[in-house]
């Protein structure tokens, strides 16, 4: 005899996509919130265990592939660099973040229906 299985439950991530691949998901929207608060790419890889290399691939990506920068640096001299999450970044955060509600919402709403 078999013993009933656990609740099924709906999962997932949203990600916002180009036709060449994943534009902003949830990583990438961490790391720009996070160089808004630090001001830093670098601290904000450090806070998120990345390499520094990988942090600029990703900013670099998403500002190669929105129509305007989402991140401006400056480069580090006797008291370090500095970036600047723009606007049109802002903005990404913002729409992210209503997505993933929207989505989350969407999820608990109908993990009900689930009938296996």
């Avoid at 990988?54 to 370090?80: C, E, Y």
Wanted: glycine share 10%; aromatic share 6%.
């Amino acid at each position: 005899m078999m013993e009933k299985a656990a609740p099924l439950r709906l999962n997932g991530r949203i990600w916002i996509e180009l036709d060449s691949g994943r534009l902003l998901g949830p990583g990438r929207v961490e790391l720009l919130e996070r160089i808004k608060a630090s001001g830093s790419i670098r601290q904000a890889a450090l806070q998120m265990e990345m390499s520094y290399k990988q942090a600029w691939d990703l900013v670099n990506d998403m500002n190669d592939r929105f129509d305007t920068p989402v991140v401006i640096s400056h480069r580090g001299g006797k008291g370090g660099g500095s970036a600047v999450v723009t606007e049109k970044g802002l903005k990404a955060i913002e729409q992210y973040h209503i997505l993933d509600a929207s989505f989350k919402r969407f999820l608990e709403e109908n993990h009900k229906n689930i009938d296996l």
